[in-house]
């Protein structure tokens, strides 16, 4: 008898798994209609042993060969290909900062810019730190409001520049730096934003560190050519002096004279990266992804460069600057306002330079006798085929020094589960040697079984409040109720509940447990008192906003 597996938030059907990751993958298919947010009300005997436990998909289990395709082997259980889930790493945070200022200047975000890995994504998380430079694999969670229905958590952190097991520096880094000065740049908050970040940028780089600067507008020039930071600042602080908004915005042109220089300034043994800054509104030469990708490939598979996108503006060419890092084996984040622009440059400046894994990937295994149904939230566009799990030849994530993942599921528990219901294994290059390594942890029925709301740790009550506040702004209703699965046989495309779809759009799904947004943002509220961090709070007087923007 098939499994049902619930199809993701953009109707795909065969991704399964949240995690917050990074490839080269298709277009979005997300609604362009209005969120629509609205507020309202809230939301014995010990077990006999457990099956054995899934393990990750064993080598050989996908291999192309139609006689080994599926095939059991007598050493390794191989799960049903429908309870496989694998996914490139990312750690972008791009959609939640834009859209807190969106909402902030009185609007909601349109839907198809709200991703809900990238609001989990942005909050810090307590998992334990590796020892050496691999990842810690975290997996746990709790039972939503829905009866059947739990979130389940798996988190991967790598180890900060420098912690209590040891002090290696990060190694050094060559930056070129590619620069929006377009008219559109002109308007506050950008360009000068821009400068104010490149200036404290120079400030906090080391003196073997090296920079190069490209401007562009409908032309592309280079300001600066690959220079060591040592002796030079006062060269490089007057470059950045430089930059004047004009003209149009070619990004085809400022793209490829960038990794022109960062290709002609390659450094061995540094980590070679092109750092753009950009509101990403392409208007002349190449405006969409795919005439520029070509360059940043083959830059990427040559030189090991990778892309850091930082977006400013009110207006953000959200779609084009993902696509374009998604493809360069880099991550976005935005910025509005120069607390952020100094935090990005100098408290986040190693993870966001430095490297700790390239090509990383995540797969989850679920036991098909543990797990009736499961649903992906987010990664929409990040998926891998499964028998591409330890394929090295198959572009991953690259992720940096100190930072965390976030992946997180709805589940829903066959009757009686118990014991190990999943399997979580992340696979990366090292940075240097491009030698392969892996990490699993699983996780039990009894992990799921606590109440999320007030009994669940208080950071996996803030995964669990991001994901539900991307979803309401992506469309979901909010009701606190979840439509029934899929039935065995039933057509996943189609919306099966009566009068069709949810506020996001006809056959949308909102995810199981949902509080309303009122519930929401007191949920918020008690967790910026609990955890009495800052950022935490901003999310609740941004989750505040967008109901008052709601009556």
């Known amino acids: 008898m098939r499994r049902a597996v619930l199809r993701g938030l953009t109707g795909l059907v065969t991704v399964p798994l949240l995690l917050t990751g990074c490839s080269g993958g298709g277009d979005d298919d997300r609604s362009t209609e209005q969120a629509s947010l609205q507020d309202g009300g809230g939301a014995g005997a ?16 996908y291999d192309a060969a139609p006689e080994a395709a599926g095939k059991e082997r007598a050493d ?23 859209a807190r200022r969106t909402i902030g200047a009185g609007s909601l975000p ?9 609001f989990v994504n942005s909050f810090r998380q307590d998992y334990p730190t590796p020892e050496d430079d691999g990842f810690s694999v975290t997996t746990d969670g709790a039972r939503a409001a829905d009866g059947g229905w739990s979130l389940m958590r798996v988190g991967l952190a790598t180890r900060p520049e420098s912690n209590e097991y040891g002090t290696q520096a990060r190694r050094p880094a060559a930056l070129t730096f590619v620069v929006d000065v377009s008219g ?18 120079v400030d906090e780089l080391r003196d073997d560190d090296s920079l190069a600067l490209v401007a562009f507008s409908d032309e592309a020039r280079t300001v600066l050519p690959m220079t060591a930071v040592g002796g030079e600042e006062d060269r490089i602080h007057d470059a950045v002096e430089e930059l004047q908004p004009s003209d149009s915005t070619n990004v085809e042109a400022g793209m490829t004279r960038g990794y022109d220089e960062a290709v002609d300034g390659h450094r061995e043994g540094a980590t070679n990266r092109v750092v753009l800054l950009s509101d990403a509104l392409a208007n002349t030469g190449a405006t969409d992804a795919d005439a520029i990708l070509d360059r940043i490939a083959a830059a990427r598979e040559d030189h090991g460069i990778t892309l850091f996108g930082v977006g400013v503006g009110s ?6 600057m993902e696509r374009l890092t998604n493809q360069g084996d880099g991550h976005t984040t935005y910025v509005s306002e120069s607390d952020e622009a100094r935090k990005l440059f100098v408290e986040d400046l190693p993870r966001n330079v430095d490297l700790r894994a390239r090509d990383a990937k995540a797969q989850v295994v679920f036991d098909p006798d543990a797990v009736s149904d499961y649903r992906l939230i987010g990664y929409d566009n990040r998926q891998v085929a499964d028998e591409d799990f330890r394929n090295d030849a198959v572009d991953g994530g690259e992720v940096g020094p100190g930072h965390t993942v976030t992946a997180l599921y709805a589940v829903r528990l066959a009757e009686g589960a118990s014991g190990t219901v999943a399997t979580a294994t992340v696979r990366w290059l090292d940075p240097d040697t491009r030698a392969p390594h892996e990490e699993s942890s699983t996780v039990g029925a009894t992990a799921l079984a606590g109440d999320l709301w007030g009994a669940a740790p208080p950071r996996l009550q803030l995964t669990a409040l991001a994901a539900y506040f991307a979803d309401a702004l992506r469309g979901g209703s909010g009701a606190g109720t979840a439509p029934e699965p899929y039935a065995d046989g039933a057509d996943a495309g189609a919306d099966t509940r009566e009068g069709g779809g949810a506020t996001g759009g006809a056959g949308y799904t909102p995810l199981p447990g949902a509080p309303t947004v009122g519930a929401l943002a007191g949920h918020a509220e008690d967790l910026a008192a609990e955890t009495e961090d800052p950022a935490v709070g901003d999310l609740a007087e941004t989750v505040r906003q967008a109901v008052e923007l709601t009556r």
């Open 184 to 201: 559109s740049m002109a308007e506050p908050g950008r360009l000068s934003l821009v400068r104010e970040a490149l200036h404290t940028a």
């Open 46 to 61: 010990a077990p006999p042993p457990a099956a054995p436990a899934p393990s990750v998909a064993p080598e050989g289990a």
């Open 110 to 118: 349109q839907p198809e810019t709200v991703r809900h890995e990238e």
């Open 315 to 320: 207006e953000y060419g959200d779609a084009l």
């Open 76 to 98: 390794s259980f191989v799960p049903e290909p429908d309870m496989v889930s694998t996914f490139a790493l990312d750690v972008d945070t791009a959609s939640y900062s834009y």
